[in-house]
């Protein structure tokens, strides 16, 4: 089945250390993005890629970094953890970079907490 | 700043009746695209509709229906003869044109639909 695989599903993690959270996509979609969901903000976004080899810093960059170097596969890397970055992970896809023609899909999201 | 507000935090109806969820939004921009997701408990996020600025029609998909008014800036949403299976956290979220032509979603906190059998 086409999509998106997040792994792992869930994480308990300690402060201080690094971690990655992978995610990869197998509908050929340009554009990929990761965001954190928090009970009562919503959505808000971490980092974006338009297209591989590219990468932009959306709302919440401060603590982590992305790469993008192929079109399938799209990590989070939190080089140090912190208590604030206990969330839901979601990452996403659309065909294009232009969202208001090609909806986000969506992966199933990765819980992590940061004791 | 755009900014999405859901202002229902939760609501709790039983099954059938029919249930409004709000949805404000303020832009700067003058082109935009509304959308609306679900979230079921089971976690994934499903996209909904999408609507742009220019569209002000109504929009109805079986028991679900949007309310685009750009003079009050909402884009509500309305469930008829509501069941479980819409028990769900719904989002609404708005398109804002970044730097480089890239674009990004802004998207309210949700309202947490809960329909009693």
């Known amino acids: 089945i086409a999509g998106i695989t997040q792994a792992p599903t869930s994480q308990i993690l300690a402060a201080g250390r690094r971690m990655t959270l992978r995610c990869t996509q197998d509908?050929?979609?340009?554009?990929m993005y990761w965001y954190r969901q928090d009970l009562g903000l919503g959505l808000r976004l971490i980092h974006y890629s338009n297209t591989a080899g590219t990468t932009g810093k959306g709302e919440v960059p401060d603590g982590y970094s992305v790469s993008r170097a192929n079109t399938d596969d799209f990590p989070l890397t939190l080089a140090s953890a912190v208590p604030s970055q206990t969330s839901v992970y979601f990452c996403?896809?659309?065909?294009?970079?232009?969202?208001?023609?090609?909806?986000?899909?969506f992966g199933n999201g990765t819980r992590l907490t940061v004791t | 700043a755009q900014k999405v507000t859901q202002a229902q935090t939760e609501i709790s109806v039983v099954e059938k009746e029919d249930v409004t969820l709000d949805c404000v939004y303020e832009t700067r921009d003058t082109t935009y695209y509304l959308f609306w997701y679900k979230q079921p408990p089971s976690g994934e996020l499903v996209f909904l509709i999408r609507r742009n600025s220019f569209d002000e029609q109504n929009e109805i998909s079986g028991r679900y229906s949007w309310n685009f008014q750009k003079s009050t800036s909402s884009f509500n949403f309305t469930i008829t003869a509501s069941q479980v299976v819409d028990s769900a956290v719904y989002f609404c979220?708005?398109?804002?044109?970044?730097?480089?032509?890239?674009?990004?979603?802004?998207w309210g906190a949700g309202t947490k639909l809960i329909i009693k059998p």
């Open positions: 509908m050929r979609h340009n554009a």
């Open positions: 996403a896809s659309s065909a294009t970079a232009l969202i208001q023609n090609s909806p986000l899909h």
């Open positions: 979220a708005l398109s804002e044109a970044l730097r480089d032509s890239n674009y990004q979603l802004i």
